[in-house]
């Protein structure tokens, strides 16, 4: 190891880095999963996650990384054969599509360039064509990991109902939840699907479905033949705040921990700390003289903001560079822009300093790996931190 | 909390107390899964999980609990209307059997009482009636869990080459792999299932498929339509040290400790460790006047001891006051030995002392819950110490 | 280290054994401490120890062993020639004293067996003698570490009284505080000195001083010259929650964790559960046939249990062999008790089933070590722990 | 708490960020303090030790902070009336010569401006005017914490022996040492004196006494009346690895994984890099338009940089709001410099990332607090970055 002091600057889209605070929540010992000091450690577990989704209705704990949960969105309500509308938004919109085949689905699939999130337009003149409603789910992603573009999810529902169609919509928001604004109840969702190592700051490892009562009903007499993945045990036996297997308990005391943080800045503090972040970041990319993926305005990440290189230029021969040198791990680009972007991730807990000083790691680094690019991005950042307030603190 | 002071038996057969050594580990701060300190790490991981496993063929982890590798060795090699023989050895035994069932695969199911392990006669001579070996696969409990008997599998694949049978070996060691006797190669399984929260002494959160070459050549084209639980991608990915989605990074890192600590100790002697801690909670449960669930000589298990209750007395009852009163989880009887039975877990990080320690706690908990027994198990299980030798100690 | 797996025993009379709780607290990030967060930690950890020590005056923390704290009692009310009165209790008593000569201090030492507390009578005649009233103070060892034997401190102050003495009266109560019962106001006492490793279940590294205002008032014009020591500085500075020098930040992050814990049991309760667990102790060893070194009925103390080893047998071949085959500490005999006793401790973080396994590796390792011993000890301590109530459980 | 997310940066000159490994190496349990693993930590923490102070003489650890080492170095070799020579550098340096003249030792302090370290021909000319030898030591501190002025030691010692003056070298290195090259034997000092919670990055709470055997000899005849930090009893005990009362033991266990570090990273590695961002940090000082400090060039601390304030602004009202708005502590002015600077730490766990987000909280929050300064000081310490290699990385 080169590094051996000063803190790992941890600036991918996550994981994102975790707080002592859950770190230390997740040391503690393991305890009887069927005994009453979990009982209470499982509801207390299922509830915050109620207030993070924003919704009433039912909240599930997979043992899972987030892939699971997609899987488990996909086998509860569809069955093979069944169409489905899923849409371009980038590699994990694209991963969740081929997944949905693998399990022998049939989805349409609205192309995308990669450069912004959903167009709800799109979804409805799609939908308009199903006029027999075979479609049974419309599978949308909430905030595309791989290129920090946003889509605007009430206005997929907004959409859906223009159309009149009854399909269900399942959101992806693994890397969006509790980092930017998501409502489950509001905006009409029928399943999300969520991961611990985002916005929730724990390690990887355990993973979530948001499922409304229309969902769970469909769920009871469809979807595929399925068991470790099956809802409805699950709902049945989460009521007393126990599983119908082992649980993943110290991931549990870990997510306790860190809802409690969430609400003590408030979800709403949270989500403008993200934008105010995720605007300095823009800036500095803007003052290096350097493109962001996303193009569409409205659509940029809170979470993370992904970095086109200049042609020619290795993303990935410049990330080796920076976490040589600097300390500081960013995204790569995944699939059909590998090496031509990187991604830096500006999520969790995070704060102003620490986003500077990954931000001077990157300029550094574009120095040293000899991209062109102008100097002054961190000042542009700076300036950028200077002169918005700063939420639950100058507000 | 009747009980702030003072350290908390947790004696259920699993998950088992972790070593703060193991709690130390995992509580480091989580890194890129795509970075090359994780590449380290990942081929750590597996490979020390081939020690443990004892195979040079292939290990799979998956983030997700015991329960999820169940299904992944299911789905990988069996499809819909695909025949398996299983082995009632108990409640696990009987919910493996369920899930093969839920997914579509036709279970025949050699009946046991839940006192002793799998009978390799029985197997042999079904296997014997199959004829067309259409049976793809035998699957088999190594450690059940829910009584404390334990199948001989070496035996077992014995039994099916007698009987010239092509099917699978397909086992699930969840909790007897790391405490007691487990060959993978040696005893020529295709397939084994366990988990972190046992004999490895982690919190619940990852689980594994140790996979012999002949079931991933029949998995190529075989299997259900599977996703998350595919052993294809997983295998290829991994040769490098990393996976095909967000690995459960911070149980990783625990996992690589807990075997550096069993090698610290060595294999045998942990696995001798169990059998004589086992003999002497046997020691004392016969003292009481009371009788363990496994009455085949050479079945008991040396992870878990299940005590049967008195006619007429509640072992739910009984454990509620051990834990109200003693600060000791004991584990409970399952479906069809509910409330008639309880387990002693004596697995992983215990020595002589907080056997006795837990045990003592039963005994006194069978005096406040008025269940008939004679006083001198305590007594009786230290005899049994005294005059064994202590692995790795007295050798 | 022979022993990779279970729990170690730590039965020492302290450091008695860290709760998770207090080194989970303990392994924050330390904080400026001159920053306000500080000073809201160092005016919880004062307050805190107020309620500790029973007292509405004032308690001083350093940054020290207890050793230190008896050098910081001693330096500031003392000065070089002055005359002290002590009571030789036991080794701690016997080291206190010389350090009191090494400062220049006169110290008059009333002779003891090592059998018993102090009496009071004794020190009442000695203070009678006195009519000069020369003697500056009265140093009795509440709690003797060495011995386990309680001296009646308030039967101390009445004596003073009754001899109509001026006296400061000074208590070392390293070992006794918050596992004994402990009345600073109440009792009358002027300055008491204790540590954070015993009761309060810190590791080393904290000590106190309670002090009243007599004893501070006594300070101002004298004592030695001093620095570290000096109370003056500390009192002025305290209020506000900070120190003239840097305090130990983590463990007061500790000490504030232990003394929540401390109150959760109840101080009542805390000091009933030690003195059942001591009678319990104290059955087994005279089933075992053997000698409690303390010989005085009601002096025995909660925190620990001294045994006589058998004529011709050696204490530390024994405690040696306890240690290697059951990885149990077990304290030493001191000076001129070495190697013809082993102490017991069983304070702090424990309850009845660590007791239990505590005792079964005492009466293994006297078998072991071939000791001369009947059995049953273990079986009686199982006795008294079932015909007792326990405090806060069946209370 | 305003700030529940992202790291605090901890910028004052000690206690310094205590790295992970650091605080889950001290998270382990206690252990005896007389027992054989006990014996082995002891060893390796002295030996360690002696490596960092770079002497093959003897060191000292004390359950104190770094003050009750500065006693601890007087109480030894000076009595009461003894004479002894001190150099004003600083706040600390005038705080020793305080507790000096407290017990009792006659000081004579050569006065200085704060603004540099020692000056070595003022030293030689006092001693050279002690014709009869009576100076007894000659004390100087290595780093002055509360200006960021070093004093050349080795210098010191020359201009000690041209004056042929046979008084003692005592050093104060508390926050230099493991930061900044020290040298105890080729220097020639007889007394250092450290503490934990500087270069070593540990919490407060151990210090140490480095100890020629010149002084040692000393020692022996000579010093006050003295106990908790008698050298005698611990040299004679330390030489099998225990100690004369109840060490920090947790404390232990964090030092000895904070040596491991810095002779990973290497000592010459680490002192190159506290220059390099010590550089870094005066060039930003620089380009804001302010003063550092220390105005003798070669004398600037690689520990820490103290920044003059604009006359009329409140370097503390300054500080407040850096604290509020962007969650870094800086160090006060101490005494004559109250108000007037501010300390910059850059020491320990630090490296280019988390000194550039450092820097930026300072510069954006001079804007805050509408502090007169000009703009650019991140960009010039990044310029400063780029442009010399990084130690361990580039070389």
């Known amino acids: ?16 880095p975790v707080p002592d605070r859950v770190l230390r929540a997740m040391s503690a010992q393991v305890i009887d999963h069927r005994g009453p000091e979990f009982g209470e450690l499982g509801l207390k577990a299922r509830a915050g996650m109620k207030t993070i989704f924003k919704t009433q209705q039912d909240v599930i704990i997979y043992p899972s990384s987030g892939t699971g949960a997609w899987e488990a969105a996909l086998a509860n309500v569809l069955k093979e054969g069944d169409r489905v509308l899923m849409y371009e938004t980038g590699h994990f919109a694209t991963l969740w599509k081929k997944m949905a085949e693998k399990l022998g689905v049939r989805a349409e699939f609205i192309g995308g360039d990669w450069r ?12 308009r064509a199903d006029t027999g409603h075979e479609i049974k789910a419309v599978c949308v992603v909430h905030n595309e990991t791989s290129t920090g573009s946003v889509s605007p999810i009430a206005d997929v529902r907004r959409a859906m109902d223009a159309a009149g169609h009854p399909a269900l919509l399942m959101v992806d928001t693994i890397s969006g939840l509790a980092s930017i604004d998501f409502r489950f109840d509001e905006w009409g969702i029928d399943v999300a699907v969520s991961g611990s190592q985002k916005g929730l700051m724990l390690p990887p490892g355990i993973s979530f479905n948001a499922v409304s009562g229309k969902a769970l009903e469909a769920a009871k007499n469809n979807g595929m033949r399925r068991s470790y993945w099956d809802w409805q045990e699950m709902v049945e036996i989460n009521g007393k705040g126990y599983f119908p297997y082992t649980p993943a308990t110290n991931m549990l005391y870990g997510l306790v921990e860190a809802i409690d943080m969430l609400h003590e800045e ?52 410049f990330r080796a560079e920076a976490l040589r040198h600097y300390n500081i791990s960013l995204g790569s680009g995944l699939s059909k822009v590998a090496d031509k972007v990187f991604r830096i991730g500006h999520l969790g807990d995070i704060n102003d300093l620490t986003l500077v ?3 001077s790691g990157v300029e550094m680094a574009l120095s040293k790996a000899r991209v062109p690019h102008e100097k002054g991005g961190v000042a542009a950042a700076m300036e950028h931190l200077e002169s918005t307030p700063a939420p639950g603190i100058d507000a």
């Open 266 to 317: 408030g979800l709403d503090t949270v989500f403008a700390r993200h934008q105010r972040l995720a605007a300095a970041t823009r800036a500095a990319v803007r003052a290096w003289g350097l493109e962001v993926l996303c193009n569409r305005q409205g659509h940029e990440s809170g979470v993370l903001t992904t970095v086109m290189m200049p042609e020619g230029h290795s993303a990935d021969a």
């Open 116 to 127: 912004s999130g959903a167009d709800p337009d799109q979804i409805e003149q799609h939908l």
């Open 357 to 359: 000083g990954a931000l």
């Open 1 to 16: 190891m080169t590094h051996v002091f000063g803190r790992h600057f941890l600036q991918i889209p996550g994981p994102s």
